[in-house]
């Protein structure tokens, strides 16, 4: 897949951007958007997304874990009503900063939904949005059928632009 798209300008990718895509997700790599990772692009990107509640993110492995931040394990074990150890010790991983995968609290009856979703951790309000500290771009984890596509219309848009 990398000698594939190598060398290539964002102008080479204009009516490509959905193979590109499905060639990331083959891959298990995410789309660098080429935008810098700035608040006003995050809303705009989250402008343009439609979650689909198809629960992809919460019963995919896509790292180590959930990802909390400080005062995250507090705020759920409170939600929940058990105390932050017992939380800890049945939930997470590494010194309690993640929450092992898949997701514990993802429910998948009917309708997926998340058991703790009024306290849920910023890194899944923020999915399929990620910003690796290496470049500090906005990138997209396209395991996320809507994000995919809304990667898609970036990438096609920018394309489109650079062609001009």
Known sequence: MQEKWDGLTLRDLRGRAVELIEDLRHAG????LNVPATKDNVAAFFKMFACRRCGRCC??????????????????AAY????????????TIKNGKLISYPCPFFEDDK???????PVYPQVCQLFPV????????????????????????????QAKVAAV
């Open 59 to 76: 019963r995919t492995q896509t790292g180590e874990g959930i990802i909390l931040l400080p005062g995250e394990a507090e705020k759920i």
């Open 130 to 157: 990620n910003t690796p500290a290496k470049n500090k771009a906005l990138y997209c984890n396209i395991i996320c059928p809507a994000g995919s596509l809304v990667a898609e219309e970036i990438i096609e848009y």
């Open 111 to 117: 309708q997926p939904s998340c058991k703790i979703y």
């Open 29 to 32: 790599l995410q789309a660098n």
């Open 80 to 91: 929940l009503k058990k105390d932050v150890v017992s939380f800890k010790k049945k939930y």
